[in-house]
């Protein structure tokens, strides 16, 4: 995704909510009350592709009145946007990255959500031999010595940022014709590797929405530590503008955290899948479960 669509993106979420606002002459007060608050959720494309966000957000719309305008982009745009002022809360996946957006004074909170893994994955046939490896670092580095080919998100997102810290783990900085950056979001990538029985790295969760739409690349590699993959909301400085929904980003926040929003989000996938895709981690839910 471009610069220049997120920016027509934002722009269009910033008129609609604009004029939201604006209540017409002879509009009475109940009508007003009515009319939905906007909050502005810039977050990765691994919650909406996974389907998470289509499952959760309708409960608090409906309880709060709240209308959730979501800017689905990579983590690191995300928080661009977040430090720019352009989005009230950020719901992201890296989590150095997250500190230092906090250390620098660009987000006033920051609660743990959830997590899940990632996964390589790529194709049946497997030529660059990696299937069952422990080590994603030694399955990076087989692929590059095979000049097996692999999709890169190349969008500075939670998973290329995870992405890049494996082949620096494996020693490697990847590159020639082998090697794509596609530029591209989670389920875009995952579609494009799997047209060119490519490997590529995703999140779990997007990996297996992806299945019920048909992609044939299978999980080769799987459960090294280094592939932890934990969520994070922050709630942007309100000193960004007056145009910051800081007591609507609170609200979003304590009730992605309490136990009744957890509970649903251990529950997502399980009917489809037999697992979550996400494993809830809010202090709340930890707290609850820690006996």
């Not at 940022?161 to 989670?186: C, T």
């Not at 494009?192 to 590699?221: K, N, P």
Request: proline content about 4%.
């Amino acid at each position: 995704m471009t610069k220049k669509t997120i920016a027509l993106i934002i722009a269009l979420v910033l008129l609609t909510a604009m004029c939201a606002t604006c209540r017409p002459a002879g509009t009475d007060h109940a009508t007003e009350a009515a009319t939905p608050q906007r909050l502005i959720l810039a977050t990765t494309t691994s919650t909406e592709n996974s389907g998470l966000l289509d499952y959760i957000l309708p409960d608090f719309e409906q309880q709060f009145n709240i209308d959730v305008q979501v800017v689905a982009v990579g983590t690191g745009q995300a928080l661009a946007l977040g430090e720019e002022g352009n989005a009230d809360v950020l719901l992201v996946h890296a989590r150095s990255r997250e500190d230092q957006f906090m250390a620098e004074g660009h987000g006033v909170r920051r609660e743990d959500v959830m997590y899940n893994d990632f996964v390589i994955v790529g194709p049946a046939d497997d030529p660059a031999g990696i299937r069952g490896m422990s080590i994603a670092a030694e399955a990076f580095r087989a692929i590059a010595q095979a000049q097996a080919a692999f999709v890169s998100r190349g969008d500075d997102s939670g998973t290329h940022v995870k992405e890049r810290a494996i082949w620096q783990e494996a020693g490697i900085e990847p590159q020639g014709d082998w090697y794509l950056s596609a530029g591209q979001g989670m389920g875009a990538v995952l579609t494009l590797a799997d047209e060119q029985q490519a490997y590529t790295l995703s999140d779990r969760a997007t990996y297996l929405a992806r299945t019920l739409e048909g992609i044939d690349l299978e999980i080769l590699v799987e459960g090294d530590p280094l592939l932890f993959n934990p969520y994070g909301v922050i709630a942007v400085n309100p000193d960004k503008g007056p145009q910051i929904q800081a007591d609507m980003a609170d609200t979003f926040i304590d009730w992605l955290v309490s136990l009744p929003t957890q509970a649903k989000i251990a529950a997502f996938g399980v009917a489809e899948f037999g697992q979550p895709l996400f494993t809830p981690s809010s202090d709340a839910w930890q707290a609850a479960h820690s006996q």
